[in-house]
Each structure stands twice: as C-alpha cells, then as structure tokens.
C-alpha cells in the first residue's frame, strides 16, 4: 500500500437545514434500521452454521456499516458549528451565500455555498471547500475571478435568501 499524505479537514460550517439532516440520519440509523438488522442477524444465527449462511454474513457486514456510520455522524455533528444567520457584511461572499454566476459565454449559474456535509449537485449545493467556492469567497457582487478550467466569471448577483 502507498502511502499517502492525509487530506485536509473539511470545514465545520454547516447549516440548520443540513444538521437537522444529519440528526435525522443519526436517529433513523439508531433507532429503527441498527435494531431490524440485530434482529435479522439473531433470526439467521439461529439457523445453525454461520460459516456458509449468507443472511448472517450479510447481517453483520450491515451492522458494521451502520455502526461506521454512526460513529462519524456523532462525531460530526459534536464538531460542526451551525451557521443559521447570514454574515453582517451581506455584500460579500461567505458561507449560506446563494451565488449568480455568469460565464465568459454568457450562461448564468445559481450556486449555493454550503458545508461539505450537504454537498447537492442536483439543487447546486457546492462545498464551501471547493476550488470554486474558495475562489470566490470574500468577493463582492461585479467583480470577476479567474478560474483554471474556465475562464472568468463575473459575479451577477449575492443572496442570503432561503432558497425558492
């Protein structure tokens, strides 16, 4: 095995929408998934040989996963720090920002910058951590930033609204 230099910590900002999120996760794991597996994995050990029984092999590899599970999300939701109300400065770029971008071929983006724990592709959620985020973070509404891969956007527009 290589080795290989640790990744950096992500940020520990995060949402009251996306902790409220991870809790549930918490409290869906715990409490309702964890104790059917147990029982699953009680009902084919009952079975006899658990060498060759493929319900309780499968059982424990389970229980494992959610135990993993819950394991980081106590340890996450111990170390993140909720950020519920937007910054004093609202012309500038910081966490919960909803961003429009425009590109150098006219497209616009609507992008949210969120913790690495909420990451949405699907509603435009990125991590504050993200190449993109960090470029822009500090940044006021018309000013424009270079980016590697594409060009120069030009920020249209800062919200610290709710999303529509």
């Not at 869906?28 to 040989?49: F, K, M, S």
């Not at 340890?75 to 770029?93: F, M, N, Q, T, Y």
């Not at 920002?97 to 150098?104: G, Q």
């Amino acid at each position: 095995m290589r080795w290989r230099p640790p990744t950096a910590a992500s940020s520990p900002y995060i949402t009251p929408e996306g902790a409220a999120a991870l809790r549930a996760e918490l409290d869906r794991l715990w409490r309702l998934e964890r104790p059917a597996v147990t029982r699953q994995v009680q009902a084919a050990a009952a079975n006899g040989d658990r060498s060759e029984n493929a319900d309780y092999l499968y059982g424990k590899r389970r229980l494992r996963e959610i135990d993993r599970r819950v394991r980081y999300l106590r340890h996450r939701l111990a170390a993140v720090v909720v950020v519920g109300a937007p910054p004093a400065d609202r012309a500038s770029i910081r966490f919960g920002a909803w961003l429009t971008l425009e590109t150098p071929t006219g497209a616009v983006h609507r992008y949210r910058l969120v913790g690495a724990d909420e990451i949405d592709p699907a509603r435009n959620w990125i991590s504050i951590d993200s190449p993109l985020a960090r470029a822009l973070l500090g940044r006021r509404r018309g000013e424009s930033v270079t980016l590697d891969s594409g060009g120069t956007w030009r920020i249209a527009a800062i919200d610290y609204q709710p999303a529509p």
